[in-house]
């Protein structure tokens, strides 16, 4: 993901809008084609009149009053249940269990991990995240504990809405997810990509073990709000308009992640060796040899 | 994954990244880049700001100080407002500018704690037509590193910080993001200017 230079310049742009994606022959589901189109019709955002520096591209939220709606109903259920759940999981689970429960969420994501890592043409991670599930599975009790990470092998995520970028799909408007939450068009399609075609659920399904997709989902979710009890906290206390907080964060995040950069915004143009660059410009990988360490 | 996860680190980092703001600003004396600037303001105000033992109130004075001397606050003003900033007359962007300097110091002011044991390295710097992109890391005793990078403008061997970008979350772009939504919404740059008065009063 974070390659830094060797990025293509404007390779996954999101704004482009009048390419197909190439791929989309390979996704069988109609809501899935759906999306697309809906995708292809309206993602592009319109510059403004940039006369001087910053020069501005607005995000696409052309849902806007209907995103707001969902996102108050989703506080309001955040508030009465997800919010208390999480401060009584906290409270209740001891620490060992609430890591046990985290690692084997985690370890059960990585088969799609590893299937998203191969579409995506990423041949090293996806022998990272391969070894790191046989690793975890054998020595790390199924997933409960992470063995791995020991290794210098860390819990890496991808999910379907980055493997569609990397095919050059662009994210298409930003949506508010009933429940889900924040998300975009492209990223609801790869969710409900990952709903029919994450291998653990079928095995779980072809086991008649029904109810485990949901109990991992569930999971997920209060491992998720748990973590994020006080960032949340401290952001909605702290945010003027917490929607548009939630927005940008996301929006940010996921540029981050799939390595497009935040190319609506440019504020600046080229760096000294004359290349354009997005704002911000891909991090590099310093991962492998920091210096002075 | 659903899609909020995508969210989830940086928004635990987010919780004392903003403190980080405040930690690194520091002494400009550094005239080693814009890299040697970070890490002086790191290794030297960083622990100005954390340490337990100077009252609150004055290290609160200090913050201010470091937000105006090493942060570049007008033009942090200039990009978080955007067009808006343009079509301003003077007495409204001067107003701005000073809700602003309120608005960031109170923001950040209580949160210094999260700041302590804190250990910001320099990763590598990247230059760019009269500004820097300084990538660090900021480790802490527990939980994951925080990828940390800082955009530093430079004239004439003078460094100011001009924005921080937390795993890949510019804080310009968000606060950008932020105040465009209220404006948006209030018809005007007045809702802002009111919304930041109302909150800086508390």
């Known amino acids: 993901m974070r390659e830094g230079f060797e990025q293509t310049p404007g390779a996954d742009r999101g704004l482009v809008a009048d390419e197909p994606p190439a791929p989309l022959w390979r996704l069988r589901s109609l809501a899935v084609a759906i999306f697309l189109a ?47 759940a999480a401060l009584v999981y906290g409270a209740v689970v001891p620490g060992a269990v609430r890591r046990g429960v985290r690692n084997v969420v985690r370890h059960l994501s990585l088969p799609f ?38 290794q210098g092998l860390p819990h890496r995520s991808t999910d379907f809405g980055s ?67 006080e960032t949340l906290d401290d952001f909605k206390a702290n945010s003027l308009d917490y929607y548009a907080f939630i ?33 911000p410009p891909p991090r590099p990988d310093f991962s492998r040899d920091r210096p002075g360490q | 994954m659903k899609p909020g996860k995508i969210v989830m680190r940086p928004l ?6 903003p403190f980080l703001l405040f930690t690194v600003a520091g002494s400009a004396a550094a005239d080693s880049g814009a890299g040697g600037f970070i890490q002086e303001l790191a290794t030297k105000v960083l622990p100005q700001l954390t340490d337990p033992t100077t009252p609150l109130e004055e290290r609160k004075a200090r913050f201010r100080q470091v937000l105006n001397r090493d942060f570049d606050l007008d033009k942090i ?28 110091s109170g923001l950040y002011a209580g949160r210094f704690e999260a700041l302590a044991g804190l250990d910001i390295t320099v990763d590598g710097v990247r230059d760019f037509e009269g500004w820097s992109m300084v990538y660090t890391t900021a480790t802490r ?21 001009t924005d921080l970008v937390i795993e890949g979350v510019s804080m310009v772009i968000a606060q950008r993001e932020e105040f465009s939504a209220i404006v948006l919404e ?14 800086i009063a508390g």
């Open chain 1, 38 to 84: 809906c995708l292809l019709s309206v993602a592009a955002p319109l510059p403004s009149s940039a006369d001087e520096e910053p020069q501005e591209v607005v995000f696409s939220d052309p849902l806007e009053p209907l995103n707001r709606l969902v996102f108050a109903i989703n506080e309001t259920l955040d508030m009465i249940i997800l919010r208390p």
């Open chain 1, 113 to 150: 991990t590893f299937v998203n890592d191969v579409a995506q043409g990423e041949w090293k991670r996806s022998g990272d995240t391969a070894q790191r599930f046989v690793i975890n599975t054998m020595v790390g009790f199924a997933g409960l504990y992470d063995v791995a990470e020991k």
């Open chain 1, 163 to 229: 493997t569609l970028a990397a095919w050059g799909v662009g994210d298409g408007p930003y949506l508010v997810l009933p429940i889900a939450g924040p998300s975009n068009v492209r990223d609801a399609a790869g969710l409900l990509v990952q709903g029919v075609a994450d291998p653990v659920d079928i095995a779980f399904r072809r086991a008649e073990l029904d109810h485990m997709p949901l109990i991992r989902a569930g999971a997920a979710t209060l491992d998720f709000r748990y973590r994020n009890l």
């Open chain 1, 247 to 279: 927005r940008t964060l996301y929006r940010q995040r996921r540029a981050f992640e799939i390595d497009s950069g935040t190319e609506m915004y440019l504020l600046g143009g080229k760096d000294k060796s004359g290349d354009e660059y997005a704002y």
């Open chain 2, 12 to 17: 635990r980092l987010a919780l004392f990244l």
């Open chain 2, 77 to 104: 003003g200039k990009l978080v407002l955007g067009r808006h900033w343009r079509r301003a007359p003077p007495s409204k962007r001067a107003e701005f500018r000073r809700l602003l300097e309120d608005y960031l």
């Open chain 2, 141 to 161: 005793t527990e939980g994951a590193p925080v990828l940390l990078d800082w955009r530093v403008d430079s004239t004439d061997g003078k460094h100011a910080i």
């Open chain 2, 186 to 199: 209030a018809g005007g740059l007045d809702g802002l200017l009111l919304k930041l008065r109302t909150r």
